[in-house]
């Protein structure tokens, strides 16, 4: 875990700022694409979770990084690439 900058939370059980980013985005893919639609399958559900989590990673500016699309952020470099993952996208 050192090695990709992740640290621990070691904050107290309920404390409003644990989870913040990731209940945001649960937040948004409810609001934003569960909520609108009314799949009538699994398969559909499927496409349509996986076509709004690949809009919002790979289209989509977010406030968060200033404004920039999590991929472009994600490539630039400002989050570290592990030795194993490197081999991976070789192979």
């Known amino acids: 875990m050192q090695g990709y900058g ?3 939370s070691m904050d ?3 404390r409003c700022l644990d989870n ?4 945001r985005t649960w937040l948004t893919l409810k609001y934003e694409c569960i909520f609108l639609h009314d799949w009538r399958t699994m398969k559909e559900l499927e496409a ?4 709004f989590i690949f809009s919002f990673n ?3 500016p977010h406030q968060g990084l200033d404004y920039q699309i999590p991929d ?6 400002c989050f570290p690439v592990g030795e194993d993952d490197t081999k991976e996208q070789v192979a």
């Open 58 to 60: 790979s289209e989509r």
């Open 48 to 51: 349509g979770l996986s076509s």
């Open 6 to 8: 992740i640290e621990i």
């Open 72 to 77: 472009e952020v994600y490539r630039k470099g």
């Open 20 to 23: 913040i980013f990731i209940e």
């Open 12 to 14: 107290g059980i309920g």
